[in-house]
Each structure stands twice: as structure tokens, then as C-alpha cells.
């Protein structure tokens, strides 16, 4: 952090400034130029924060030049991560294509729409056994049931499992059962969960929040990092505006903005961002256009009778539509199909 001092500063408003900063514990470096004095601040940002530095005489500006996430930002990795689920790389050199059920509702209904998936170019499988929704009257998932069938049918389709996990009491079940976990978008913010994810061992794929700006996603991030798992992904699956018209607003300026501050890899998420199955391709070719690494879509056999999200879920010739972009745009930006690497695991 900096502190500009006003060019009439006096030497007792500098003395001001570095007696409150060494009083958190912090260290004021004072930097005298012809016109104006600098002065570099080291320590805890959040202490610095709770000073008020602007509000004392002599102070022109304060401004930060750190990120306060250390071990997601690029400040500190610039090179950008590559995170393998299961021998399958999320990360800058390939597209990754996860498809699934929003839901598990049967054996018979999660296998279908996993061979769907895999037919159409997926690598990874996703499905929710545990459904956070918004009316408790909702389908709430299959439970531990869920987490069986999804483990069954990953094993029969030779797909690594993405699913979510709602409470940090559940996580060592979900990841006895699943190859990466997903924090959704109503707990990005769960800190204990998230403590508990990054604990677990395993890949966690984290969704924004939301309404959470992306400096609030990347500290939710920050939060599992420190727990040693550096293994996350993060996922643009849409924001509450004022616009009706879709589900969410998808904020697709997010990916590059996000690739610029942190080194974690990116997808996108077009089908709970919209909400709309028409909308679904549209949204994968921008995706796949701004750069994202990876996308997630909801697919069913029959979404009619979908417990769960059926009118944004794909089949049919909306599948194989996005199918077809999912082969051929990623080359065109000089990505490799991440179906066609494997990691030698030891």
C-alpha cells in the first residue's frame, strides 16, 4: 500500500502517517521527491484499512498495490495453473467439456445423461446429489444415494465425477465418492466450507457467488488455498442484475479479467447463467471466444420430466450443436482437446 502526501505536507504530517502505521505492526518506508512525498506501507493491509489514512492532514491518496489474495494472484504465480482431475487437465493449454444432470434422479436417468455427455465430447461427468434450492419444497437431491449412482456411472463410463457439496459436514462423504468438489454459487461465501473443501484432498471447482464481485471470489478462493489445496478451478456461471430476461447475466469479461489477477484456471457455466436451453450454444461459443478453459452444461435425456432445471438442460440437436463448437472453435485459439491428454499418474 501507498500513501501520497499532498505537496504542502509538512514533517509532522509524514511523522503522523508512520506513527500510525508502526503502531499495527506495520513498516512506512518515506520516499521525499521535489514536489511530493511517497510513502510505501508494509504489514497487513486490513489493519492499514481500519486507520483511515486518508482522513489525516498532509494525505492526498492511498492506494494498493498488492492483491489481498496472495496465493491465488499472479502477483505471486505468474505463470497460470494447469489442474488435473482424475488424469483430466482444466487449465490454459486445453478446453475441458464437463456435462451432466443437474440433478441424480436415477440410476437409469444419471447413465443416459452420462453417455450423452460422453458421446458429445465430455471428459468429466457433473451431476448434484445434494440440491441447495431456493424453495425448501424443491427437489433437495438423492443424498448419499446420489453420490453412490454418481460413482457407479462414473465408473461404467470411465468419466471423473464433479459434484457439489452444501455443508461442511458432508465433504468427507462427497469426496469418498467424487474426483473434484463443487462449492456452488449459494456458498461461495460459506468460509467454513470452504476450509473444509480445501482440507479434503481433492479438486474443488468454485462458483461465483452471485453477487459477489470478483475480488470476493478470488478471496473465497483464498480461503481454500490456505489450506494447502491450490487445486481449484473457478466458475463464471452468471450474476444478478436488474435484467429479467435471462436466469442470471452472464459476466463474460469476467474470464479475462480473472486470467489477468489470478493464475487458477476458468470456465464457464452458460446453462444456469442463462436458464434457457437456447441460449446454452450461443453462450459456449463466447465462452470458448473470450478464452475460457473449460465449460459446464446440463444435460438430460428427458427434460420434461426433469426434477430439476429441465428447460436450460441440452439434447438432441442442441447437443450435438455444441458438440460440434466444442471440437473445432478450441483449435482455432490454439487449444488442445483435453480429452486427448492424460497425466501418467505414479
Not at 449459494?186 to 476450509?195: D, H, I, K, S
Amino acid at each position: 500500500m501507498v500513501v501520497v502526501m499532498a505537496p504542502g505536507a509538512t514533517d509532522e504530517d509524514i511523522a503522523r502517517v508512520v506513527e500510525r502505521v508502526e503502531a499495527v505492526g506495520g513498516e512506512a518506508f518515506v520516499s521525499k521527491g521535489l514536489t511530493r512525498t511517497i510513502i510505501g506501507l508494509v504489514g497487513d493491509i486490513d489493519s492499514f484499512h481500519h486507520l483511515n489514512l486518508r482522513t489525516l492532514a498532509g494525505v492526498a491518496d492511498v492506494h494498493r498495490i498488492s492483491d489481498p489474495y496472495k496465493l491465488v494472484s499472479r502477483q505471486h504465480h505468474p505463470d497460470r495453473s494447469t489442474v488435473w482431475v482424475d488424469g483430466v487437465p482444466i487449465g490454459p493449454q486445453t478446453f475441458t467439456f464437463m456435462a451432466g444432470p443437474c440433478a441424480v434422479e436415477s440410476s437409469e436417468q444419471t447413465l443416459e445423461a452420462a453417455q450423452m455427455a460422453k458421446a458429445a465430447g465430455a471428459t468429466i461427468l457433473r451431476g448434484g446429489a445434494f440440491k441447495p434450492r431456493t424453495s425448501p419444497y424443491a427437489f433437495q437431491g438423492l443424498g448419499v444415494r446420489g453420490l453412490e449412482i454418481l460413482a457407479e456411472v462414473g465408473a461404467a463410463t470411465g468419466l471423473p465425477i464433479v459434484t457439489e457439496v452444501v455443508d461442511a459436514r458432508d465433504v468427507a462423504v462427497v469426496a469418498e465418492h467424487a474426483d473434484m468438489l463443487q462449492i456452488g454459487t449459494r456458498n461461495a461465501q460459506n468460509f467454513g466450507l470452504l476450509q473444509a473443501a480445501g482440507d479434503a484432498g481433492k479438486p474443488v471447482l468454485l462458483k461465483r457467488g452471485f453477487s459477489s464481485t470478483i475480488e470476493e471470489w478470488l478471496m473465497a478462493a483464498e480461503y481454500v488455498a490456505q489450506r494447502g489445496n491450490l487445486d481449484i478451478v473457478l466458475c463464471e456461471r452468471g450474476i444478478r442484475t436488474f435484467e429479467p430476461a435471462t436466469r442470471n447475466t452472464l459476466d463474460i469479461s469476467a474470464v479475462p479479467v480473472v486470467q489477468a489477477a489470478s493464475h487458477l484456471p476458468i470456465i464457464v457455466d452458460p446453462s444456469h447463467a442463462a436458464g434457457r436451453r437456447e441460449l446454452v450454444v450461443p453462450l459456449s461459443r463466447a465462452a470458448i471466444g473470450v478464452g475460457a478453459d473449460g465449460i459446464i452444461v446440463d444435460v438430460h435425456p428427458h427434460p420434461e420430466d426433469a426434477l430439476c432445471d429441465g428447460p436450460q438442460a441440452l439434447l438432441g440437436s442442441d447437443l450435438r450443436e455444441l458438440a460440434a463448437a466444442v471440437r473445432t472453435m478450441p483449435g482455432l485459439l490454439g487449444r488442445a482437446d483435453a480429452s486427448r491428454l492424460t497425466k501418467v499418474l505414479a
